[in-house]
């Protein structure tokens, strides 16, 4: 307790120590203890990479960027690829030649990926062969001119007319390594990740995120492992997408950094997910709720299929304590562990501790973190005791400095103090376990991805016969919520509702479908400053 901040809780674990060094060198820092060892393997194909082949392939790649394209800090370059093994050689390699990298995700339609090259004034992009089309297209709406790197999934695969071949890029062969420039007055606080999230509100935002907040993050995520759970080697199959950033940080940088083996999937397919657990021997594993019920229901992945499989983590959408309890039912032998989090944090803010049986917490808050909750009606920003609930609100050193070029959104986003502001509501317990509540914040989650709602409101608004529409969140069974719209049609207009979610489906990814429905309205109920009352839409619209 202080009064300035009321209550407030503490991590039970020692302080991290903040690492000040390039990103790069961070996950390279204990590589030679298993260079020789796979450091990524594709699961479709079987092509891999060692340790070594995937650190020199990155530097190389740094070369180039630098000496072909003249790209140096502070350019950005973009990564539009589905999970493989030549994503950490893309990223690493980006950010030892001194850029930032924005993520974009490899299944968004064209629109949605110039939005994100606008945004970012990314400088470069590295695509896959099947999604060079829709990264020429998004350049084109753009506006912009930008090479355009392709990866091959093999050596026999054609490249596109105008793309630049990514296995030239990343090759060893005639490679000056001492041509490559340190970036001048870098420092660990520079932006080495520009993920987008919509935060609390609106449309979405670049996350500004330094080599120090991922670095840190990394260190927080590894203390708060059981010591076993992260061996060298453990193989572990990466299906969450690398564009997000519990795919970036916990699953790609933070093993990479440990020797782990990755086992990588381009999407996540029933048949090729069990090969990852048996023929490729899964160990670890991090996953989200919908495929932590798949691996419960499906009746060909048994518990001997997945023998090797001893941790599993779950995060980024809330899981039942029941759909815990039935997972381990069925595979007694693996420890199951939560995590919570938001790409504003890099993203840990909370990871269950060893010997954990408190299903229904997402645990405690690792190194160097604080948190308070603060009362959702309070005056005041102090926080509140235990078994209160109010809005989680948190800081330490995984914590993004703040959204890129949007000083509104800063504002809105954290408290004084630097308390950055979740957007959940939350209590804590005497023993400092967290228990998320609730999302008082706009967004909707379909299978741990993020769908903000302004997103699809403004793709609806866009369409001839609607003259209003406000989106919201309603509970679906697999994949814990679906998008609804309210719509109002403009006069003497008619349309179905088959019609309109058409319409969306054709202009988003398809995790942003209106899946939930589509229900027509008189008015869209709003406050006097014309602010949607989403909290009405939820009471009056969820049936
Ligand atoms: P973003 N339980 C309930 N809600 C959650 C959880 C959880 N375990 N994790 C994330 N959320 C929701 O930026 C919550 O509303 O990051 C939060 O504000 O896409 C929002 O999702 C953030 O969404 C891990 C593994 C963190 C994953 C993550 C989350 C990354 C998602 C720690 O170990």
Redesign the pocket.
Known sequence: YNAEDGYYKTSPYDPIKIKNVPLHEYVWRDFKKWENSTAAVCVITDRQYTYAQLRDASAAFAVRLQTKFKLFKPDILAICLPNMPEYPIAALGAIEAGLAVTTINPIYTPDEISRQLTFSNAKFLVGSVPGYAALREACQLAGKQIPIAVVRSSETELLPAGAIDFFELISTENVRYDELCPPKDATPDDMVFLPF?SGTTGLPKGVVLSHNNISSNCEQIEDALPIDSLQFQDTLPAVLPFF???GLT?VMLSKLGKGARLATLPAFKPDDFIKALDTYKGSIL?LVPPIALFMINHPKLTKDLASALRVV??????IGQNDVERFLQKFPNTRFM???????AS???L?TPEGNTRYAS?GVLPGSTEAKIVPLDATDLKGVGARMTGELCVRGPQVMSGYLNNPEANELTFFPGKWLR???VAFFDEDGYFY?TD?MKE?I?VK?F?VPPAELEAVLRDHPKILEAAVFGIPHELNGEAPRAIVVLRQNETATAEEIAAYVAERVAHYKKLEGGVIFVDEVPKNPTGKILRKDLKEKYSD
């Open positions: 999230s997000h950033i519990y916990v991090n983590m779950s995060g980024a959408a809330p939560q995590g919570y989090g938001m790409t504003e993203p840990v803010i990871m997402t979740t957007g959940d998320i999302r967004l989650k741990g993020q």
